[in-house]
């Protein structure tokens, strides 16, 4: 029985990620291939899978496995069991199969690395952890999976620790996402609380009864655990620091899988949202703040990595806000999910393979009319390009043009404050990637003569090549003849409960995205096109500064949080140093003063030691006296 | 707190007025006793003090225990002690300037606390019942009665005391004792001494105090032959006190001048 | 008069003894004092045979003197032995004891 098979996706890149650490420098020579090979056959074993769902019936189509039972404490049971249902099996396909790319793209790209076995270790890991969160049939298997990439994620963004400023920067993304895995503990503690069970099943049928407190409690926890797994306001800091990692690191982590997780986590939670409108509001509303904010970091990055950080900010903006439209926008959401794993993914690799050629350069204004060295890249990243804006007939016309439906017909005030943010999002976004591409790419050669730019190796480009293949076919495949919405219907309600009225006909809604699109990209080509200044300008505007500045993101952070916190940390530091070891230590000097003054009694004198019996006799019959009154 | 007001009995007023005579005249001894110089004073005094306590214990019904504190206490602990002071230093004057700072005044108030809360609790204290006096008591005699007493109930005490006493004795002994250093010197020897030392002049011993003088008191060196005084015979410890005496205070001259009879023999 | 007056006799006594022992500085003295706060107890003891019309307080206040007899001779003893080696009978030179 094919349920059977499903712990065997994640088993097979555990297991290569433990060979691999515990075998040590050993498994130098063939570590990456093994790993490589795993990952390959978890994603053979994810299509095998696939095809045996697709030949059962709709209601049958959720297969479960249990492992063994794992938590049995009192009323408190839990399972370590896995569900493989339309849902998962989109992201298991997802996972496994950028996964593995992204594996053959690190042997070439990591080549040089002589802890490449380490890499491709916690690679594996992430895999393996990634599958779990996906695939776990409760929330708290969910959060082994969640613990487990933010695991994986600090691993990979600090591979290179000798640098300090990696190390912090991987230690930001790990702290700031505690918080979020805070919220994730709270809605699993007041979930059990409310319904007594934690697994996806149980609760999805005892939702109804619950109140609708409880539920819009276990909403903004879930919605404050996706916020810090996803880079979404206000927990978003962290993503573009994330860039200090490996290049294919930041492809497969940051922009494809592990940071759509929240979606993941908020979609497979739709049963609660659906029922606590107030929490499926604030979901939205932080997809829209994010998405705005991140495409205005982006417009003024110099780093090409943090412009894509910024750019995947704002396009899981637009997922959470898709998720956060209920059931016409769940399955959009993973649509666009799916196609923005393809062609960020694609981006990323592309610009590791600029990287590559450039000496490790990020500075974009050190780029410059590269199409002509670099003609397969420039051509991928191309192709990825386009889909992210939107532009017909690639893969995010269709996926980002129905979130904007979806947005605008959500009803009243809400329509068209979500429906106004997503189209502003698209004009920006369409600015700020023309202009990495035209930086890149076109423009006038700015980089000094000791970079000799050239194409990447195989390795390198076939990855690229099949992922600007999904940017262009994945999103046309999604949605003929609604593919995608049927295929997640059974999970996600997705039929079109309590769907508004339209607003605008999805044409014309269509007509005004493109628009915004080509003034966002003619501006672009405007301002760029013949750009030939090597050096970042000083004196721009005040707003090019605060983007530059990540909108002042970190600056809050510090302000309201760090020092504050540091101080609790120095004040509470020396409270101890100072107030219990003082007192711990004033016993010890008080103990030694007492003894010093008792010391003075010893003088030698009989006659001394005489008077102080008397003393002691006057005493004792004072004590008779009082005792007897 | 009562005074007098607890009446457990009067006593008959011939013991009256022997305590009230005796008793401020013995605390007055007492207190001279910490007060005088001299040791041999406070000697003195103390033995008023022992002498008083035997009359109140006659004045008790305790006639055996009287007689006892005389011949004991009075006779033999105080002879005792007047013989140390002897051999210590009769005329050892004591500064009465108080070396340790603050005894004084911790041993004042202490003693004062001390004897005020006796009196107070003594006074405070109920007996129940009006005092007997121990006329029953002393029914066969009070000597006999001390004696029935004392070999019936309380045997085992008595003899454990007097294996005390014993050990007393001999640990005074052992205390006491000074060892030779040197082995004794035989009469043999001292005879050989006295014949092969530097000169003969001391062959035969030296002449006794009084032999060349008129007065054979320690205190007064003897004479030599010549008439110089000899240096032997001069007591050390008269002569760190000072009691030497001259010896030409006696000398034939001055007497012969006292009593007017010139180179006269008496 | 009432028998109690000779506890209160006793108790003077035995008062003036003990600050006697702890301000004289003659070895021989302090011992005196020592002695006067044994009798003020013997007298005690006998004034408390009087009252309760038995004669245990006599017993014991013989074997008090007994005691104290023995006492005074060893603590003699030691007195003589000090005054020997140290040439001194004032108890405060032997202080070696101090800190």
Redesign the interface.
């Known amino acids: 029985m094919s349920s059977n098979l499903i712990g065997y996706l994640i088993g097979l890149p555990l297991f290569g990620a433990a060979a691999l650490l515990l075998g040590g420098r050993r498994t130098n020579k063939w570590g990456h291939i093994s790993a490589t090979a795993l990952s390959a056959s978890s994603f053979a074993l994810g299509l095998k899978l696939f095809n045996d769902m697709l030949a059962l019936p709709t209601e049958e189509r959720a297969m479960h496995q249990k492992l063994f039972s794992w938590i049995h404490v009192g009323g408190f049971q839990v399972d370590a069991g896995l569900l493989l249902d339309q849902l998962s099996i989109c992201f298991v396909l997802l996972i496994t199969g950028v996964g593995t790319l992204i594996h053959i793209y690190s042997i070439a790209y990591m080549s040089h690395d002589h802890d490449r076995r380490r890499f491709f270790a916690y690679l594996n890991l992430f895999i393996s952890a990634m599958l779990l969160l996906v695939l776990g049939d409760s929330y708290l298997n969910l959060y082994v999976g969640w613990e487990g990439v933010g695991l994986a994620s600090y691993l990979l963004i600090g591979f290179w620790n000798q640098k300090p400023a990696y190390a912090t920067a991987a230690k930001k993304a790990f702290v700031m996402n505690r918080i979020g895995d805070m919220g994730l503990s709270f809605a699993i503690m007041i979930s059990f609380v409310t319904f007594g069970a934690i697994s996806f099943d149980s609760i999805k049928e005892a939702a109804p009864q619950a109140s609708t407190a409880a539920l819009t409690a276990i909403g903004i926890m879930l919605l404050v655990a996706a916020t810090g797994k996803s880079a979404q306001f206000p927990l978003q800091a962290w993503l573009g620091d994330a860039m200090a990692g490996p290049t294919p690191v930041s492809a497969l982590i940051h922009a494809a899988t592990m940071v759509t997780a929240g979606v993941y986590l908020i979609t497979r939670s739709n049963f609660i949202f659906d029922l606590a409108p107030n929490a499926q509001t604030a979901v939205a509303a932080i997809g829209a703040i994010t998405l705005l904010f991140g495409a205005l970091v982006g417009t003024a990055k110099d780093d090409i990595k943090k412009a894509l950080a910024a750019s995947t900010m704002s396009q899981i903006g637009y997922m959470i806000l898709g998720a956060g439209l209920g059931p016409a926008g769940y399955a959009f959401a993973i649509m666009h999910l799916l196609t923005h794993g393809f062609f960020k993914a694609g981006m990323f690799l592309g610009a590791g393979s600029v990287m590559h050629g450039m000496n490790d350069e990020v500075n974009m204004r050190k780029y410059g009319a590269l199409r002509k060295f670099m003609p397969i890249t420039a051509i991928t990243f191309g192709l990825g390009y386009l889909a992210i804006i939107g532009v017909p007939p690639f893969a995010g016309f269709y996926s980002k043009d129905k979130l904007i439906e979806v947005a605008l017909n959500a009803g009243g005030i809400k329509g068209y404050l979500f429906g106004g943010a997503a189209l502003l999002g698209a004009a920006i976004t369409a600015f700020y990637m023309s202009r990495v591409v035209i930086l890149t790419f076109f423009s006038q050669k700015r980089w000094d003569d000791n970079a000799h730019p050239h194409e990447s190796p195989i390795l390198m480009w076939l990855p690229m090549a099949i992922l600007a293949i999904g940017s262009v076919a994945s999103g046309f495949l999604f949605t003929s003849g609604d593919a995608l919405k049927n295929w997640l219907e059974p999970v996600v309600a997705s039929h079109g409960e309590g769907e508004h009225a339209e607003l605008l006909p999805p044409m014309t809604v269509s007509v005004i995205a493109l628009t915004l699109v080509a003034i966002g990209v003619g501006y672009a080509i405007f301002k760029y096109r013949a750009e030939s200044n090597p050096n970042t300008p000083e004196n721009v505007s005040i707003f090019t500064r605060i983007a530059r500045r990540d909108l002042m993101q970190d600056a809050f952070n510090e302000a309201v949080f760090m020092r504050p916190g540091q101080v609790l940390t120095k004040s509470l530091v020396s409270i101890d140093e100072n107030v219990i070891d003082g007192a711990v230590g004033g016993v010890g000097s008080a103990a030694v003063g007492s003894g010093q003054l008792l010391?003075?009694l010893?003088?030698?004198?009989?006659?001394?030691y005489?008077?102080?019996m008397?003393?002691g006799?006057?005493l004792l019959?004072?004590a008779?006296?009082v005792v007897?009154q | 707190m009562n005074f007098v007001l607890e009446n457990i009995g009067k006593t008959a007023t011939p013991e009256a007025v022997q305590f009230y005579i005796m008793a401020p005249l013995a605390i007055a001894a007492a207190l001279g006793m910490l007060i005088v110089k001299k040791a041999v004073h406070s000697a003195i005094l103390m033995a008023y003090v022992m002498l008083s306590l035997a009359f109140f214990y006659i004045a008790q019904d305790a006639p055996f225990l009287g007689i006892v504190q005389i011949v004991v206490y009075t006779g033999a602990v105080m002879m005792l002690f007047l013989f140390i002071l002897m051999l210590v230093g009769v005329d050892s004057k004591e500064s009465l300037v108080e070396t340790?700072k603050g005894?004084r005044f911790?041993?004042i108030?202490?003693?004062l606390?001390?004897g005020v809360?006796?009196i107070?609790?003594i006074g405070?204290a109920t007996f129940g019942f009006p005092a007997n006096g121990l006329e029953s008591a002393n029914a066969g005699g009070n000597v006999q009665e001390i004696a029935y007493k004392l070999f019936s109930t309380y045997v085992w005490a008595f003899e454990v005391v007097s294996a005390l006493l014993i050990t007393a004795a001999l640990g005074a002994m052992v205390l006491a004792h000074s060892q030779r250093v040197t082995p004794r010197a035989t009469q043999r020897e001292l005879a050989i001494r006295r014949f092969r030392g530097k000169s003969l002049s001391d062959a035969a011993g030296k002449p006794a105090p009084g032999v060349f003088a008129r007065y054979n008191g320690v205190d007064v060196p003897a004479l030599l032959p010549d008439g110089s005084p000899a240096v032997e015979s001069i007591n050390e410890t008269l002569k760190a006190r000072g009691s030497v005496r001259d010896p030409r205070e006696f000398s034939l001259k001055e007497i012969a001048d006292f009593s007017g009879n010139e180179g006269e023999m008496r | 008069m009432n028998p109690i007056n000779y506890l209160y006799v006793a108790s003077l006594l035995f008062t003036i003894g003990?600050v006697g022992?702890?301000?004289r500085?003659n070895a021989i003295v302090v011992f005196m004092c020592i002695e006067l706060m044994l009798n003020a107890a013997n007298l005690a003891f006998v004034t408390f045979a009087r009252i309760n019309g038995n004669l245990e307080g006599q017993i014991v206040a013989f074997f008090t003197m007994v005691i104290a007899a023995c006492e005074v001779v060893i603590g003699l003893a030691i007195i003589v032995t000090i005054y020997r080696s140290r040439r001194s009978a004032s108890?405060?030179d032997?202080?070696?004891?101090?800190?």
């Open positions: 010391r003075k010893q003088t030698g004198f009989v006659r001394s005489a008077a102080l008397l003393l006799v006057a019959l004072l008779i006296w007897t | 340790i005894i911790t041993a108030t202490a003693s606390g001390i809360l006796l107070v609790l405070k | 003990a022992v702890v301000v500085r108890v405060d032997a202080s070696l004891l101090s800190r």
